[in-house]
């Protein structure tokens, strides 16, 4: 089975249960959709907590956040092909995998490609109070090309997509966090997304970084439900 869920931020007790209750077994997936909370740059926590999920029975495939530091910048991972994409790994934590972006993914024969980062709204509070802030935090335009080519070789047709963030057209506005001036924030990667949502014949979109449950047309916000892939 592969399920879908949005962000963990490093909780993973409700992944835990999550397994209890399905009785889930290493050979089935959890998706999540970014921010999983395991590449923070807190060594020891993120050990503690890589340790933690690789002893649950289900294999995790993240999505690549904001609040997290990219796993091919880290000298513990490794590459390799899985399901017919690249992904990231360590040795010590096998099953627990980081999608590179543009990838594109067989999920129980769905044609899933993965396009991950976004802007983090509490950038100037992080930077002002030392908390990790990560400048590639957003798709570079090296990976905007990677997934526009990887499109163009599909004939812009997948079945599914999965990124952090969602197409401009259909971010949830009223979950922006109280404080922040919607004016000031960037969004080039929604803008983008928007045009690749405009070209893009596909089935399912899946978002997290909203922290909110709704499904509007074919995209759908994730954030402490789970979906069925």
């Not at 690549?64 to 091919?72: A, D, K, L, Y």
């Not at 090309?145 to 999965?162: A, R, S």
């Not at 978002?207 to 047309?217: A, F, K, M, S, V």
Request: charged share 30%; proline share 4%; with cysteine.
């Amino acid at each position: 089975m592969i399920y879908v869920t949005g962000d963990t931020h490093g909780q993973f007790g409700r992944i835990k249960q999550f397994c209890e209750q399905f009785q889930t077994e290493k050979e089935d997936i959890l998706i999540i959709m970014g921010d999983a909370g395991l590449n923070t740059q807190d060594k020891d926590k993120d050990q503690k907590r890589k340790k933690y999920v690789e002893e649950l029975p289900i294999t995790l495939f993240c999505i690549h956040g904001n609040h997290e530091q990219r796993p091919q910048t880290i000298k513990s991972y490794k590459e390799k092909t899985w399901h017919g994409g690249i992904v990231y790994y360590e040795e010590a934590y096998p099953d627990l995998l980081f999608a590179k972006d543009g990838e594109i993914f067989d999920l129980n024969g769905k044609q899933t490609i993965v396009i991950g980062g976004a802007y983090s709204v509490d950038k100037p509070l992080r930077l002002v109070f030392d908390y990790p802030w990560w400048p590639d935090e957003q798709p570079s335009d090296e990976i905007k090309k990677y997934v526009e080519e990887q499109l163009t070789k599909q004939n812009w047709k997948v079945d599914v997509v999965l990124s952090h963030t969602a197409p401009l057209k259909y971010i949830p506005m009223e979950k922006f966090v109280t404080g922040f001036d919607p004016g000031k924030i960037d969004k080039s990667t929604e803008e983008w997304l928007d045009t690749i949502e405009d070209r893009l014949e596909y089935k399912k979109w899946y978002c997290g970084h909203y922290h909110t449950e709704q499904t509007i047309d074919r995209v759908e916000f994730l954030h402490e439900n789970y979906g069925e892939f």
